[in-house]
Structures are given as C-alpha cells and as structure tokens.
C-alpha cells in the first residue's frame, strides 16, 4: 500500500488537477496511479506533463526514450517505473531480448545502445560523466541536442523513480521486479 495516499478517483484529487487528469484519462483510457499521486501537487503534475509532452516533440524515438526510462528504473529500483514501461516496451514493439539489454543499461540496437550506456553512465555516476562517454554518443550519430534530450530524460525518469520508491507507489501494471541491489550494474562513481 502506498506511503502517500493516492486519490481514488479523479473527483478526489485537488480541483487545480482535475483538467489534466481528464486529459490523461481520455488518451490512454485510464489514469495510471503515478499521476493520481503526482496530481496532488498540482504544479508537480502540471511540470511533469509540460516537460514529458515537450520531450515528445524531440528527437529521440519513442523506442528510445523508453530504453532510457528502463535502465534508468533498473539502476534506482523502481519497480513501479519498471512495470510500466516494460508494458510500454512491448506496446512500442521492444521485445523481451531488448527490454533486458536495456535494463542492464545497453540496447541491442547498436545506436541506441550509445543512448542507453550513456544515460546509465549518467545515472549512476549523477551526472559526472568523462569527455569520452560524450564523444562515444557523438560518435554514434548523436548531435548535441539529442545528448541534452538524453539528459532531461535521465532526470525526468528520476523524477518518477524517487517519487514512486519513496511513496511506494501501488503498482497498475504487469508487475516487474528490480533486481536486488546486490545484482544490479550500480558501479560506484569511483568505479566508473
């Protein structure tokens, strides 16, 4: 059961969050759990959205961004952001294969694998990545704009992951489980 009290149901949730509720209620059918909670900042979700529906506009593929979000969900533990965006994954055609290699911080796609490295190198070392990681995505076909689209997903993604580890947020999703922090890929930044 989550830590915070998530809003049942639209009506419950502050009034300043009712417009986007609906809004997220009328595109995909339902209203995930992650932005009742959120919904109860208003500004939070309102922030949340704006900067989600910007980095829609961008130019990393779908497929991508959602790469990101996985290894970004596997090196913080969030089994919540886990378990929706491996539904996501398979919606967006990421087979199983594919989900795993980007939970363990790579792709099997050969360019996207240079993003997901480099937002798991961004992650686990918070941000303190070497000239060389930059030069490897650079290489890869990426140009500067995209590099800093990866950034804002790797923070937006930990967003999510902090608020839903920290209000354990009840998952409505196929569940998925981290792996324990003993197994995960989580070099210290000394190491990396």
Known sequence: ?????????????????????????RQIGKVPNIYRLMALSP????????MFGALEKGK???????????AVAEIDGCEYCLSAHTFIGHHLKLDDAEIKANRE???????????????????RRRGK???EDID???????????IIEI??????N??????????????DFPIVRADPPHLRNTQSIVDA
């Not at 500004?43 to 704006?50: A, C, D, I, K, R």
């Not at 490897?136 to 995209?146: I, K, L, P, S």
């Open 151 to 156: 950034i804002l997903h790797v923070a937006l």
């Open 43 to 50: 500004q939070s979700l309102e922030g949340h959205l704006g």
């Open 129 to 131: 990545v070497a000239a």
């Open 60 to 70: 990393l593929s779908p497929q991508t961004r959602n790469r990101i979000a996985l």
């Open 105 to 123: 911080g790579g792709s099997t796609d050969p360019r996207a694998n240079a993003a997901v490295s480099f937002a798991a190198k961004l992650t």
């Open 1 to 25: 059961m989550s830590r915070i009290a998530i809003p049942a149901t639209i009506e419950m949730a502050p009034p300043a969050s009712h417009t986007a509720l609906k809004a997220i209620e």
């Open 158 to 171: 930990t967003w999510t992951n902090y608020l839903n580890n920290t209000a354990d947020t009840d998952i």
């Open 136 to 146: 490897e995505v650079r290489a890869a076909g990426y140009g500067d704009d995209e």
